[in-house]
């Protein structure tokens, strides 16, 4: 079994087995350090912004989840690597600190592609030279409960959670009701009842914490658009929306993030970062057989993301920096 159990870990792994779960998170835990100019994330950030202005995406009148595909296009290739987000716990850091911001845009998983290509496509929309800062406060509001980064429980670790608070703060629209989508109302209690899975919760405050979180969730059943239903409704789903694909494994909303992406024939397929093939891929598949593939689906969340959401979270200072690669 993996190390340091994740969010992203659990996306990744839940299709395989009930027990061996785990919740991916990947990148390089903030030290701090000076960014340099020739960064290779920081140059990419650059690069990418400026090929979505360039290509006319950046306008306010252009339709943001294609900014979004465009950036995901861009980063077809890059490695999917799980777990370094848990960095900063395997070194000694405490689950109740204030917990490192945590950002790439050169290795991936499911969740994190999805944050970094709605950041630098909410960059590439400001004035200027695009900052690093600024794509890190992007990431943060996204990533944490309010935008609220604080101790390992603020994450939003159940990522129909991610979508609901979003919603909540005008980073995404939810379409699983005007889709047809079906209410699971099922209790998540899947990181509690997995407490040996995640080293955070070996703190009996931390787990307490997850425990509340699980139980403010059980009135909000997530919309699901059933498997059987996505070819019928395919047409509305857009290019850049984000999708979530829900599972029956008991406990757990989600196993899988991604974008909705229409290939240049029209065809509605997924782009993500996926485990198996490890590296970010636009699928040969369409995305009902996508569905239709994995184990234990019951169907898919769709959220439509936002431009320019209003109140950017804050942030504290965050510079990409990294960690071992896993052989």
Known sequence: MSPPLSRRDLLRHATAAAAALVLPYPLAACTGRRVSASDPDRTRLTSWAGTVRADG?????????????????????APYEPSTLETYLRTGGSPSATEPLTLSLTRFDCVTLVEACLAV?????????????RFGREVERMRYRGGERQGYASRLHYFSEWLSDGERRGLVEDLGGELGGVDDARPLRFMSEHRGSYP?????GV?????????????????????????????????????????????LDVTHAAFAYRDAEGVLRVLHAPLS????????????????????????LVARPSRSPPGPGPTRSASPSRSPRRP
């Open 121 to 133: 496509a909410r960059v590439a929309s400001d004035d200027g030279p695009p900052a690093w800062e």
């Open 207 to 251: 787990l307490r914490e997850i425990a509340a979180v699980e139980r403010r969730l059980d009135g909000q059943p997530r919309r699901v658009v059933p498997t059987g239903r996505i070819m019928e409704i395919g047409d509305r789903i857009e290019t850049g929306d984000v999708l979530a694909f829900a599972t029956e494994i008991p406990g």
């Open 200 to 204: 955070a919760l070996a703190e009996d």
């Open 57 to 77: 995406l950046a306008r306010p009148e252009a339709p943001f989840g294609r900014a979004a595909i465009r950036v995901g296009e861009l980063a077809v290739g």
């Open 277 to 300: 093939g490890g590296v970010v891929e636009v699928t040969r598949a369409t995305l009902p057989e996508y569905v239709a593939r994995i184990g234990r689906s019951t169907g898919v």
